[in-house]
């Protein structure tokens, strides 16, 4: 009877060791690959932007007083010297006819000034008067010269303002914004207030991107860029970069620096303010092997790979610096057997998806860009002992 238990146990123990060594192998690791390719590359630095206009004038007001008339609106077209609004004029125009008046009088002073400038002269000289009365007299004539300059002076500056609350546009071009209404004050004692803005030519725009400091140095004049727009998303539009200014704009200890992109709006699709974003190309390649960016980043578990010294690694003692992989020295790896086997490569350009190859493997060759956990079989596993229950 302890026999037959005893046969009884080992038959179970054997049953059992098949019965998990099949669940172990049904979790086997599988890998996903990806072949070694040959296409086109381009390799470009990604921003955002503002689309404005190359000649934006502001038009202000010198003089402070009520808005009087518009004369123009939003979208208006002007030439320059157009007048496009005025200013209440009420108060400029007496102020001038006040220094007109003052300069009359003035000028009457003078003349009184010089008659009794030259009969004191004439009295010296017959000796009827002192040389101090003369003096006084020549010193009476220059306070009257020195005092029409004055209020000429004055008058002057009086005209101008009148002529300043007459407000003319500088430039040829589009009214894009108008900030005042008829009625509305404008003040102009610390700064002059914007009444218009004027957009000289829409048609031709640039975009203020904005480049952050880690890809400004592989930006230049004259590259190549395309940008999109929300307003039309099915669209690619292009422009060229016409200049990288050197001054940096720091936001939250992010600095990035402001490159201007030309940008032909022949059709006026692009209006002031949008936001463009921005490819700048920086290197075009056809025809080179490329692979998967993903088989750059995969690395597999502990034991899985083969040891070090498989090819493609540096042997050891070799050239200075070997042991450690440079910037464009990536490891990748390739199925030997079931295992996965590093190769180092030598990488060139890449467009965020695909890397460019330039040593290491050829076209057709197979890379692991992932591993895998699954089932060998599509049912789950059950206990023979009970065909009804299954396992947790």
Do not use: W
Not at 51 to 66: C, D, E, R
Not at 192 to 207: E, G, H, R, S
């Amino acid at each position: 009877m302890n026999r037959k238990v005893v046969v009884v146990g080992i038959i179970l123990l054997i049953v059992a060791a098949f019965f998990f060594r099949r669940c172990d192998n049904s979790r086997a690791i599988q890998f996903q690959t990806a072949a070694v390719t040959r296409g086109p590359i381009t390799q470009a630095v990604t921003a955002t932007g503002t689309l404005n206009p190359v000649v934006n004038v502001q038009v202000g007001s010198q003089v402070s007083g009520n808005i009087q008339k518009l004369f123009v609106d939003f979208n208006s077209k002007v030439k320059a010297g157009d007048v496009v609004a005025q200013i209440d004029p009420a108060l400029f125009k007496a102020t001038v006819t006040q220094a007109e008046g003052d300069l009359a009088s003035a000028q009457a002073a003078l003349e009184l000034a010089k008659i009794n400038a030259v009969r004191t002269q004439a009295l010296v000289a017959k000796q009827n008067s002192s040389q101090q009365d003369l003096d006084q007299a020549m010193a009476n004539l220059h306070q009257a010269e020195a005092n029409l300059k004055i209020k000429q002076g004055a008058l002057d500056k009086a005209k101008a303002d009148l002529d300043h609350c007459t407000i003319t546009s500088p430039v040829d071009g589009e009214v894009i914004s108008r900030s005042v209404d008829v009625g509305q004050t404008v003040a102009a004692s610390l700064q002059a207030p914007v009444i218009f803005t004027i957009a000289n030519d829409l048609t031709k725009m640039q975009i203020d991107a904005n480049v952050a400091e880690a890809d400004v140095g592989v930006v230049a004049v004259d590259q190549q860029i395309d940008f999109s727009v929300d307003a039309f998303p099915a669209r690619t539009f292009h422009g060229k970069v016409v200049q990288v200014r050197n001054a940096p704009i720091t936001v939250q200890n992010v600095v990035t620096y402001d490159t201007v992109i030309g940008v032909n709006n022949a059709d006026l699709k692009l209006k002031p303010g949008m936001t463009a974003n921005v490819s700048i190309m920086i290197a075009h390649k056809d025809d080179v092997l490329q692979i998967k960016n993903a088989a750059l980043r995969y690395r597999p578990a502990d034991g899985a790979a083969t040891p070090p010294q498989a090819k493609g690694t540096p042997p050891p003692g070799g050239r200075a610096g070997a042991g450690r992989e440079r910037k464009n020295e990536r490891t990748v790896y390739v199925l030997s057997g079931n295992k996965p086997e590093p190769v180092m490569i030598k990488t060139g350009i890449s467009d965020g998806v695909v890397t460019e190859v330039l040593e290491g493997l050829k076209e057709g060759d197979g890379v692991i860009t992932a591993g895998l956990t699954s089932a060998t079989s599509s049912s789950p596993a059950t206990n023979p002992f009970g065909p009804s229950r299954r396992f947790p």
